[in-house]
């Protein structure tokens, strides 16, 4: 019998995984959860919370795994997200793709879909230094920091690629083209495979 959709989106900053995770979870009836997002929200409260992730998305670096997994457990647990989920953002390194690989057996259930949406990387720094110069409004868009944030990618979080490929398949998505163009490419590689 199909699982829910239980998909997680890998990819560069600019890859446009976040505006694809977003379509991509309205076509398939499930939750958004981006953790990007969530951390914005709350450094933008005076929460203590808020207070100790502002300067650290600021710079571009990670926040602390234990951190990021309390949040993330919180949100999971939610009702929204029982029929499935499409998450953005989350797992970021292997300790956190390890620990959620823990929670859902935990929980008895597993992913659906690993995907990685491919950009090359001159493209990459293209998009989001752009992206910092039309003034996204946000803290962790200018080159330097842009750039730093690419260096975190490549050092923490494309080893969980590999993490999920000696696991199973990863769905590769190219993510050039239109945003329309890369959703179809997309829907149809998730839809089209076995869960
Ligand atoms: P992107 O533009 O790549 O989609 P996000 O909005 O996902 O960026 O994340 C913005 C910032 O939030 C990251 O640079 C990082 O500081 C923090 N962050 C988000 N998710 C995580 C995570 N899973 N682990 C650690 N830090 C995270």
Redesign the pocket.
């Known amino acids: 019998m199909a699982q829910p959709y239980r998909i997680v989106m890998l990819g560069p900053?600019g890859a446009g995984?976040?505006t694809q995770s977003v379509l991509l979870s309205k076509r398939l009836g499930v939750p958004h959860i981006?953790?990007?997002?969530i951390?914005r929200a709350e450094s933008e409260k005076s929460t203590p919370l808020g207070a100790r992730v502002k300067p650290?998305?600021a710079s571009?670096?990670?926040?602390s795994d234990d951190l990021?997994i309390e949040v993330f457990e919180a949100r999971i647990a939610q009702d929204d997200c029982q029929g499935g989920f499409v998450l953005?953002?989350?797992?970021?390194?292997v300790a956190?793709a390890k620990a959620l690989d823990e929670l859902l057996s935990k929980l008895n259930k597993r992913l659906s879909h690993v995907v990685e949406l491919k950009v090359p990387e001159s493209v990459l720094l293209e998009r989001i230094q752009r992206r910092g110069a039309t003034g996204s409004g946000r803290s962790?868009d200018n080159a330097a920091i842009a750039a730093r944030?690419l260096q975190v990618y490549w050092e923490l979080t494309a080893p969980v690629t590999g993490f999920y490929r000696e696991k199973g398949t990863v769905v590769e998505v190219q993510g050039l083209g239109s945003v329309e163009e890369v959703q179809n490419t997309l829907l149809a590689s998730i839809v089209g495979q076995s869960r």
């Open positions: 900053p995984k976040g981006s953790t990007g997002e951390l650290i998305l571009g670096d990670l926040v990021i953005d953002g989350f797992p970021r390194t956190q962790d944030r």
